[in-house]
């Protein structure tokens, strides 16, 4: 079942912080987060098992709650270059995307 | 993380041709995947593709319309059969890493157009 993102879109300025969010109907044991620039593949991000600590890269992490079968992706001062779209993905031998966040970042 | 040369990168191809889609991995692995993409939308999955066995498809797909081989644990081809313009999208695989800290990569894609 596709996991459901929040919001659909983001507009922010250079330095300003992003949370998107992803949840789902069904229970979670992993959720993978993926960015995607115009024109080009996704990108692996990292994944949140479950029982697993935060993570996080560069300024960018993410929380999982296995509880509220949720996880959301955290965008601290941020940068032009993270503008793209992200995806969660949910599932265990196979992914199953949401239908995506829209960044951009304006300088 | 894993290498994947897809090809071709993109075609225009005449209503009720067919085309087929190669993905080489630089690296063995069990299970590749098969996704399409809308221009704007998510990536949605077409089948999995288990090497020695028959893929697996998802709902609204069938293999008539996308047959799927996988002769070795480094190769699949995906054939997009009797085409028409609303298979126009970009068709990427992928394979799940392996490793502690592992996620999925993806061939850069195959950009259909269909007239």
């Known amino acids: 079942q596709q996991p459901v993102q929040s919001p659909q879109a983001v507009i922010l300025r250079e330095g300003e912080d992003a949370v998107i969010n992803c949840s789902s109907s069904?229970?979670?044991?992993?959720v993978h987060w993926y960015r995607q620039k115009h024109g080009e593949a996704p990108v692996f991000l990292m994944i949140?098992?479950?029982?697993?600590e935060q993570k996080g890269h560069e300024k960018i992490s993410a929380s999982f709650n296995e509880k509220k079968q949720q996880s959301s992706l955290y965008l601290t001062a941020s940068q032009l270059s993270y503008s793209g779209t992200y995806f969660c993905?949910?599932?265990?031998?196979?992914?199953?995307f949401g239908k995506g966040t829209r960044l951009h970042i304006l300088p | 993380s894993a290498v994947i040369s897809q090809k071709p990168s993109r075609d225009i191809c005449q209503r009720g041709t067919s085309l087929t889609i190669q993905c080489q991995v630089d690296?063995?692995?069990?299970?590749m995947f098969w996704y399409r993409q809308q221009p704007g939308q998510s990536l949605t999955l077409i089948a999995t593709?288990?090497?020695?066995?028959?893929?697996?498809?998802e709902s609204g797909f069938v293999i008539d319309k996308f047959p799927i081989s996988r002769p070795n644990l480094t190769f699949s081809t995906l054939t997009v059969s009797n085409m028409s313009p609303e298979d126009s999208s970009i068709y990427l695989c992928?394979?799940?890493?392996?490793?502690?800290?592992?996620?999925?990569?993806f061939g850069s894609g195959t950009r259909l157009t269909v007239v």
């Open positions: 992928s394979v799940e890493d392996s490793g502690e800290d592992y996620g999925y990569t």
């Open positions: 069904k229970a979670l044991y992993s």
């Open positions: 949140l098992l479950k029982g697993g």
């Open positions: 993905g949910t599932g265990d031998d196979k992914i199953i």
């Open positions: 690296s063995q692995v069990t299970m």
């Open positions: 593709a288990n090497q020695g066995s028959e893929a697996t498809y």
